[in-house]
T-cell receptor, first 113, second 110 residues
Framework: DAKTTQPPSMDCAEGRAANLPCNHS???????VYWYRQIHSQGPQYIIH???NNETNEMASLIITEDRKSSTLILPHATLRDTAVYYC??????????????FGKGITLSVRP | SQTIHQWPATLVQPVGSPLSLECTVE??????LYWYRQAAGRGLQLLFY??????ISSEVPQNLSASRPQDRQFILSSKKLLLSDSGFYLC?????????FGEGSWLTVV
């Protein structure tokens, strides 16, 4: 019962931008969009989050559509080490209201040389 | 600083034996705590979450149980392991809006 849907997989060439889509059509006004990535045999790592404005940090950029029903994570220059499963999740700012925090299956990004 | 630790990192247990995985957090009080399981090649399955001491919510019927004896301690247990309990177990916490995960524990039931 995850509130997000992502394609199962995608690939991109090393050095090119990787654009990872996520749909969250039922997102509520106080829910943030978060992205995590999981490299095999490790715990998921936080990447970035946003509410309605586009965000950028040293790892990635997050583009959220104006209606907030979808977003795109952009890795500007993908490297082989970016090969991982990427999870998009919506989280309420109210820690009590959204305690469950259910993840979907994520999208597997394969970066090819 | 805020940190999360879980252990053991790996373990191999025979069918029918008990299990105890422990998770502790530092740096904040009354965080939301979570246990997830990830079977090989699968996504993250939420097993339990806790919003306070002694408050445990179970998401799926299973052979496992969870307890929160202290504010910053979350324990995953089983009295008798099944082969299907094998997997990668992750503890997570939510000190603010962001969730942070532990290092994970690989459990192999043989």
């Amino acid at each position: 019962d995850a509130k997000t849907t992502q394609p199962p997989s995608m690939d991109c060439a090393e050095g090119r931008a990787a654009n990872l889509p996520c749909n969250h059509s039922t997102i509520s006004g106080n829910e943030y969009v978060y992205w995590y990535r999981q490299i095999h045999s490790q715990g998921p790592q936080y990447i970035i989050h946003g509410l309605k404005n586009n965000e950028t940090n040293e790892m990635a950029s997050l583009i959220i559509t104006e209606d907030r029903k979808s977003s795109t994570l952009i890795l500007p220059h993908a490297t082989l080490r970016d090969t991982a499963v990427y999870y998009c999740i919506v989280i309420s700012e109210d820690t009590g209201a959204n305690s469950k925090l259910t993840f979907g299956k994520g999208i597997t990004l394969s970066v090819r040389p | 600083s805020q940190t999360i630790h879980q252990w053991p990192a790996t373990l191999v247990q025979p069918v029918g034996s008990p299990l105890s995985l422990e998770c502790t957090v530092e740096g904040t009080s009354n965080p939301n705590l979570y246990w997830y399981r990830q079977a090989a090649g699968r996504g993250l399955q939420l097993l339990f979450y806790s919003v306070g001491i002694g408050q445990i919510s179970s998401e799926v019927p299973q052979n496992l149980s969870a307890s929160r004896p202290q504010d910053r301690q979350f324990i995953l247990s089983s009295k008798k392991l099944l082969l299907s309990d094998s997997g990668f177990y992750l503890c997570a916490w939510r000190p603010s809006n962001t969730i942070y995960f532990g290092e994970g524990s690989w459990l192999t039931v043989v």
